[in-house]
């Protein structure tokens, strides 16, 4: 089973930007899909991004798209996510999810995960 850990997490003011990381304690990062996904106070969790295992798919949650980049580092097994143009409605615990999928697929679901990290929150100011 692989462990994970996000950090980067904090305030910033809407417009600004912040990246998260996420590092997983694995000899086989390579293989994993990773994802990430936020809950805010009193809202079920939700997907924000997830990427496949070799990079070559990744997919986002319209709220997002065009504002928020998922990528990793296969040799780091760090996954990353940079967050651009954060809005108020960002606001939320950050986790990193990882699951075995097959090559090139992902996927936006959260019972699709079985690793996840403890969060990192993300607080976007008006």
């Known amino acids: 089973q692989v462990q994970l850990a996000e950090s980067g997490g904090g305030l910033v003011q809407a417009g600004g930007s912040l990246r998260l990381s996420c590092a997983a304690s694995?000899?086989?990062?390579?293989?994993?899909?990773m994802g990430w996904f936020r809950q805010a106070p009193g809202k079920d969790r939700e997907f924000v991004a997830a990427?496949?295992?070799?990079?070559?798919?990744?997919v986002y949650a319209d709220s997002v798209k065009g504002r928020f980049t998922i990528s990793r580092d296969n040799a780091k097994n760090t996954v990353y996510l940079q967050m651009n143009s954060l809005k108020p409605e960002d606001t939320a615990v950050y986790y990193c999810?990882?699951?075995?999928?097959?090559?090139?697929?992902?996927?936006?679901?959260?019972?699709?995960?079985?690793?996840w990290g403890q969060g990192t929150q993300v607080t976007v100011s008006s």
């Open positions: 694995t000899r086989t990062f390579s293989s994993w899909t």
């Open positions: 999810a990882a699951d075995y999928f097959p090559k090139g697929t992902t996927c936006s679901l959260s019972g699709c995960y079985d690793a």
């Open positions: 990427m496949s295992r070799n990079g070559g798919n990744a």
